[in-house]
């Protein structure tokens, strides 16, 4: 028994060792996480278990009431913060006292609205959950707006050196230290900045060129993973720094910046290799597609198609038809909703998640069809069937969209 073990502990040291130490940081990403939380908090595991099991019970009744036609847009904003503190935060008192305003917030209809800085998203504590503040203002601006200044409460980013102190500050975790991890937090600033500062999105923002530049500098050269070509967080961990690749991040750099990024071919070998990892760093969902997931995926396709070789377009062609056949038989729903997952955060945004995917993929229009030539015959039906669920639906629409987006991608104002 001893010797078996041995040998045991031996061969499976050597096929450890044979793992690259970037894929088994990407593959663990979850677990290392986790770990960290530990580390910081011995008791972290058991006393999360029970408000993540609270809040899909509340999350539940929320999707409920939804579906029913209650619009409480205050709840799933209090919802989707709560999801981003417990995979974030050891900070179990602020998150008792989300799941507390959550469950108050159910069965009493609300909507959004904007406070005296001009940030929408009420219901949100944390400053960068604001992120509803753009869907407003890009309602708002019309087709062609005239020049704006840059919106007064980006003041705390407003020069080169508060943004790159800012975002430097963020895209550095030291979990087992302060029991926080800035991932989200640095993902969605990163991701808004781009739009704003880089494109000048919604309201054709007078930008500093050396703002911009600074941005551009910082997200090019100084949070990307040189070894695989992807964007994330670092994380501080006895004395090392891993890398984890991060397919949200790699998607709002890449797509907001149309494509124009350091070497494509190689993220695209990164986003293949990476499909069988779970979030954050892979395709998956707890070991399931995820529209949202999916999403990103064909958009980083579609964007470096045209540079990729013969054999990842070959590669990326069976991966699109792997999401395709998963979205019709197994999220697609009868009565043309998908399958909603907890990280939707809203049926409202599982649907556009949903759609959105069929639409990169040029499902309903043959030439956006980028992938291949085949001719999918069911698709007038499915856009019939999404309209009508949306129809059904848009005045319960929580996130202030009100199905907009799901809409607008369907070709529909």
Request: proline share 4%.
């Given at each position: 028994m001893r010797l078996l073990?041995?040998?045991v502990l031996i061969l499976g040291s050597a096929a450890s060792a044979e793992i690259p130490r970037q894929t088994a940081v990407d593959r663990d990403a979850f677990a290392l996480?986790?770990?960290?939380?530990?580390a910081f908090n011995p008791h972290y595991k058991d006393q999360r278990e029970p408000r993540v099991g609270r809040t899909y019970a509340l999350a539940k009744r929320m999707f409920d009431e939804e579906d029913?036609?209650?619009k409480t847009t205050c709840g799933h904003q209090i919802l989707f913060e709560l999801e981003?503190?417990?995979?974030?935060?050891?900070d179990f008192k602020l998150i008792d006292a989300r799941l507390r305003d959550l469950e108050t917030s159910i069965g009493h209809p609300s909507s959004d609205k904007v406070d005296q800085d001009g940030l929408w998203g009420a219901c949100y504590q944390q400053w960068y959950l604001k992120y509803a503040t753009y869907d407003?203002?890009?309602?708002?601006?019309?087709?062609?707006?005239?020049?704006h200044p840059l919106p007064a409460?980006?003041?705390?980013?407003s020069t080169p050196e508060k943004l790159t102190a800012y975002l430097d500050a963020l895209s550095v975790s030291d979990v087992r230290y302060t029991g926080l991890d800035h991932e989200p937090e640095f993902n969605e600033?990163?991701?808004?900045?781009l739009q704003m500062i880089v494109r000048r999105k919604p309201e054709n923002y007078i930008v500093d060129p050396t703002l911009r530049d600074a941005l551009l500098d910082r997200v090019l050269h100084r949070y990307r993973n040189l070894e695989t070509g992807f964007w994330g967080e670092r994380y501080r961990r006895e004395g090392r720094e891993d890398f984890p690749d991060d397919l949200s991040v790699t998607?709002?750099?890449?797509?907001?910046?149309k494509g124009k990024v350091p070497e494509m071919p190689h993220v695209l070998d990164t986003t293949l290799a990476i499909k069988d990892f779970n979030y954050p760093a892979g395709w998956l969902w707890k070991g399931e597609f995820w529209n949202h997931n999916n999403m990103d995926v064909v958009a980083l396709f579609h964007l470096g198609w045209a540079q990729a070789s013969v054999s990842q377009q070959k590669a990326m062609a069976t991966e699109i038809d792997r999401m395709l056949t998963w979205c019709l038989h197994d999220s697609l729903q009868p009565d043309g909703s998908f399958k909603v997952n907890i990280a939707d955060g809203s049926l409202e945004d599982a649907e556009y998640y949903g759609t959105s995917f069929l639409v990169r993929i040029g499902f309903f229009d043959p030439a956006q069809r980028f992938w291949t030539d085949r001719d999918f015959q069911e698709a007038p039906d499915v856009r019939k069937r999404i309209l009508g669920f949306v129809r059904a639906h848009q005045g319960s629409g929580p996130t202030g969209d009100n199905y907009r987006s799901t809409l607008e991608a369907l070709g529909v104002h």
């Open positions: 073990l041995t040998v996480l986790q770990q960290d939380f530990v029913k036609g209650g981003s503190l417990l995979i974030s935060s050891a407003h203002l890009e309602a708002q601006a019309g087709d062609e707006p005239s020049p409460f980006l003041a705390r980013v600033t990163v991701a808004t900045l998607f709002h750099v890449v797509s907001y910046l």
